[in-house]
């Protein structure tokens, strides 16, 4: 049976539009780290190095490279763990500049998904869809540990909203935000839909 994130691991990726508390596991991405505004045309470059991993990943079987404990799967969505360059923070204030950006883009693989296996995939991605960000890319296995976590509806611009509501939530349950910067997990596609429709996964270590 196809393991599809959506029906299968709700409490990671379709949390309801209010503030709850989840602890993440271990999971295994594909990553890649750069910094500016995410409406430049740059940044479309990075979101297709990992798409094209990824799904390099889910083909493989069909290219003869079937690695021990494949299943069939639906890709995972887009993640991106937001900050800002330090010069920045420290004239930071309601207004943000995008220009000041830094973020680690990321798609989740599958637990059969050895380091080893993403080496190979990536060698072979290289050969058959060279893109000079490949170099920059890695395997990684990341926990995030306890967070607060909420889905956001509506424009990036308004996530503002969203953030004080889970600020307000730490504060209420006595707990402390680890640090500023956040993890956003994209269920919608910016490029086909219209900004008050975008759903966002919003989360923050605590």
């Given at each position: 049976?196809?393991?599809e994130?959506?029906?299968?691991?709700k409490?990671?990726?379709?949390?309801k539009?209010?503030?709850?508390?989840?602890?993440?596991?271990?999971f295994?991405?594909?990553?890649?780290?750069g910094?500016?505004?995410p409406?430049d045309?740059f940044f479309?470059?990075?979101?297709?190095?990992l798409y094209?991993?990824?799904?390099?990943?889910?083909?493989s079987?069909?290219?003869?490279?079937?690695?021990?404990?494949?299943?069939?799967y639906t890709?995972y969505?887009l993640?991106g763990?937001?900050?800002l360059?330090e010069?920045?923070?420290?004239t930071?204030?309601?207004?943000?500049?995008?220009?000041?950006?830094?973020?680690?883009?990321?798609?989740r693989?599958?637990?059969?998904?050895t380091?080893?296996f993403?080496q190979?995939?990536?060698?072979?991605?290289?050969k058959?869809?060279p893109?000079k960000l490949?170099d920059e890319?890695?395997?990684?296995?990341?926990?995030?540990?306890?967070c607060?976590q909420?889905?956001?509806?509506?424009s990036?611009d308004?996530?503002?909203?969203?953030f004080?509501?889970?600020?307000?939530f730490?504060?209420?349950?006595g707990?402390?935000?680890k640090?500023?910067s956040h993890?956003?997990?994209?269920?919608t596609d910016?490029?086909?839909t219209?900004?008050?429709?975008?759903k966002?996964?919003?989360r923050f270590t605590?």
């Amino acid at each position: 049976m196809k393991h599809e994130w959506r029906k299968h691991e709700k409490q990671y990726y379709l949390p309801k539009q209010e503030p709850e508390i989840v602890e993440m596991p271990i999971f295994k991405f594909f990553t890649i780290e750069g910094e500016g505004n995410p409406n430049d045309e740059f940044f479309t470059e990075y979101i297709g190095v990992l798409y094209s991993l990824s799904y390099a990943v889910k083909m493989s079987p069909k290219k003869g490279m079937q690695p021990d404990g494949y299943f069939d799967y639906t890709v995972y969505p887009l993640e991106g763990v937001w900050d800002l360059k330090e010069e920045a923070k420290e004239t930071y204030s309601e207004s943000l500049n995008k220009d000041d950006l830094v973020f680690k883009l990321m798609i989740r693989q599958p637990d059969f998904v050895t380091a080893e296996f993403a080496q190979k995939i990536l060698e072979f991605v290289k050969k058959n869809k060279p893109h000079k960000l490949l170099d920059e890319v890695n395997f990684e296995a990341i926990s995030e540990g306890k967070c607060i976590q909420m889905l956001h509806c509506g424009s990036y611009d308004d996530e503002l909203e969203s953030f004080a509501q889970m600020e307000q939530f730490a504060k209420d349950n006595g707990l402390e935000r680890k640090h500023k910067s956040h993890r956003e997990i994209y269920l919608t596609d910016a490029r086909k839909t219209a900004p008050e429709k975008l759903k966002t996964v919003l989360r923050f270590t605590i």
